[in-house]
């Protein structure tokens, strides 16, 4: 019989039939960010109870798929460009990049074209935040976007 999916009201189902504990752990990884948006590996190891190369392991695999970007300088872990991506896609209301939009509408009036805010992320860019210039022929809003940074301005 096939598992029914809950409404987003409705609390969860309970356990799932056929967990996989690394599956579950990088949910959880995911999941620390809603209290600390930079994570340490002792930190996460601690919290999911498992060894640091454990935790180290989860950690670059959820980096290689760019849910997660590592601080080159801290060595912390915070969200990547795919996870800003799908937040950015299901979220409705304010970005945490509202505060620009003055200083984009600003630039875009001056230049008489579209802007982004992006964000660099090994060689690709997330673009997080983007005002459309009001003219007929102009450069789409690209926001959610993740492309090879060589291809972008």
Not at 54 to 67: G, M, P, V
Not at 91 to 112: I, K, N, Q, T
Not at 118 to 127: D, K, M, S
């Amino acid at each position: 019989m096939p598992r029914s999916v809950p409404s987003p009201i409705d609390p969860a189902p309970g356990p799932a039939r056929y967990p996989i504990a690394s599956v579950a752990n990088a949910a959880r990884i995911l999941g620390f960010l809603t209290d600390d948006h930079q994570l340490k590996v002792s930190d996460v190891a601690a919290r999911l109870g498992v060894s640091l190369s454990a935790a180290h392991r989860l950690l670059t695999t959820l980096e290689d798929e760019q849910l997660l970007a590592q601080n080159t300088t801290t060595r912390c872990y915070g969200p990547g460009p795919k996870l800003v991506a799908v937040a950015n896609s299901v979220s409705s209301g304010r970005s945490r990049w509202d505060f620009a939009r003055p200083y984009l509408a600003e630039l875009s009036s001056r230049v008489g074209g579209t802007v982004n805010i992006i964000t660099l992320h090994g060689t690709e860019v997330a673009f997080v935040e983007s005002l459309e210039a009001p003219t007929t022929v102009r450069v789409g809003s690209r926001l959610g976007a993740i492309m090879p940074a060589h291809c972008t301005s």
